[in-house]
T-cell receptor, first 112, second 114 residues
């Protein structure tokens, strides 16, 4: 079973920031938080990952709470092409337990 | 293009046919994966290969047979499939299982079993 809880769906206006929440209250100290997205009928695309510090790259920012029990993916200026299913995945890095296991994700719809 | 190429993109096969899905990566990765995505279901991990050795088989029926001849190529051989096997089959690669690097996915093969 996935170790994360995400809203089933969210809407966002084009040009506004999209903030996608994720709860992972049972996360352990050596588990990372990963975000992927899947645009319709394509393969998932890696967005960002982090352990405890906030992270930013050219696609998004990842904010992890101090207790690490939740995180938020931020797309600063959402475009129509950001419409996709976004997956938050908690992943242990070490041996076979480090496989990427997907849940149901959040379907983000960016509207004009 | 992500660096992971899957062929064919679409495949229709009868239940008595034998076909193969191909995945190729030139990213220098050492691990490759097969995932299955059925309609309205999460992605399911099927097989994991690390350094050309199968390290995980998630209770996949024997009508699916993976093959990894080298670190750049991964195949999924299909025989006597059922209509419920119709799905999007995705290949991914990474540096090594268990490391913190991300996975790179291909665009998938859309399989329809008739």
């Amino acid at each position: 079973d996935a170790k994360t809880t995400q809203p089933t769906s969210m809407d966002c206006a084009e040009g506004r920031a999209a903030n996608l929440p994720c709860n992972h209250s049972t996360i352990s100290g050596n588990e990372y938080v990963y975000w992927y997205r899947q645009i319709h009928s394509q393969g998932p695309q890696y967005i960002i990952h982090g352990l405890k510090n906030n992270e930013t790259n050219e696609m998004a920012s990842l904010i992890i709470t101090e207790d690490r029990k939740s995180s938020t993916l931020i797309l600063p200026h959402a475009t129509l092409r950001d419409t996709a299913v976004y997956y938050c995945i908690v992943r242990f890095t070490g041996g076979s337990q480090g496989n990427l296991i997907f849940g149901k994700g959040t379907k983000l719809s960016v509207k004009p | 293009e992500t660096g992971v190429t899957q062929t064919p993109r679409h495949l229709v096969m009868g239940m008595t046919n034998k076909k193969s899905l191909k995945c190729e990566q030139h990213l220098g990765h050492n691990a490759m994966y097969w995932y299955k995505q059925s309609a309205k279901k999460p992605l399911e991990l099927m097989f994991v290969y690390s350094l050309e050795e199968r390290v995980e088989n998630n209770s996949v029926p024997s009508r699916f047979s993976p093959e990894c001849p080298n670190s750049s190529h991964l195949f999924l051989h299909l025989h006597t499939l059922q209509p419920e096997d119709s799905a999007l089959y995705l290949c991914a690669s990474s540096q090594l299982p268990g490391q913190s690097y991300g996975y790179t996915f291909g665009s998938g093969t859309r399989l329809t079993v008739v």
